[in-house]
């Protein structure tokens, strides 16, 4: 039986979007048998993604699971995202599509021959040799998706989202410096995106949360 579980890096500074997380994974259609909520105490103000993947590398090892999927709490995931996933030593979506939600805009971004780290997944034990950047290294999904080993990007029906939203400790670009270089987003286009009205709900929630502050 072949094992899958989730990691989910936490810095434990943004609980609404964590439970939401959560609630997108206990409505998947393929359930992880572990899932590796990595949300101990920064010790700083300084990104320690890495720190939090490995150790949720490790958890997964110890436990013999054989594949594992990379979760971001604050992006939005369709139902069916863990059984659409073309299982390989590697495995991502060939393209990223961002969308801030704070000053409603979205961008489509292209970038062969990679994944975005929220819909990376690949198996355990083709990254026993791994050797990972820096601990305060922001752009891991580069990292990863220079590794030697068998790879796929695929191109599911429905799309995993990148939401933008500046809270918390954000290290993606979108987030606040460069939301003036995307494109308006209509009502339309963020409910062909964001297929799942409970989700559209809850962000239209956090914006308004976010602008009231």
């Not at 139902?79 to 801030?100: F, P």
């Not at 939600?101 to 780290?117: A, T």
């Not at 990292?143 to 995993?160: G, M, V």
């Not at 918390?168 to 009205?197: D, S, V």
């Amino acid at each position: 039986m072949t094992l899958i579980a989730i990691i989910i890096p936490d810095r434990g500074d943004r609980p609404e979007l964590t439970e939401h997380c959560f609630y997108q994974i206990n409505r998947q259609t393929v359930k992880p048998e572990k899932i590796y909520h990595i949300d101990h105490p920064p010790a700083d103000e300084k990104i320690d993604l890495v720190s939090r993947i490995k150790k949720g590398i490790q958890l997964a090892k110890n436990d013999g699971i054989d594949r594992v999927a990379i979760i971001e709490n604050d992006d939005y995931y369709p139902d069916n995202y863990i059984e659409s996933i073309t299982w390989c030593q590697l495995t991502g979506i060939l393209l990223t599509i961002y969308i801030n939600i704070i000053h409603d805009r979205h961008k489509v971004i292209l970038h062969p021959g990679r994944s975005s780290l929220f819909c990376t997944a690949f198996e355990i034990s083709a990254f026993e040799d791994f050797e990972f950047p820096g601990p305060e290294t922001i752009d891991l999904d580069k990292h990863i998706w220079r590794h030697k080993c068998f790879k796929i990007l695929h191109y599911p029906k429905e799309l995993p989202i990148g939401i933008k939203h500046g809270m918390g400790k954000c290290a993606g670009w979108y987030h606040t410096n460069a939301f003036h270089q995307m494109k308006p987003l209509n009502e339309a286009l963020f409910k062909y995106y964001i297929k799942r009205k409970q989700s559209r709900d809850f962000y239209r929630c956090m914006k308004n949360n976010t602008n009231s502050a």
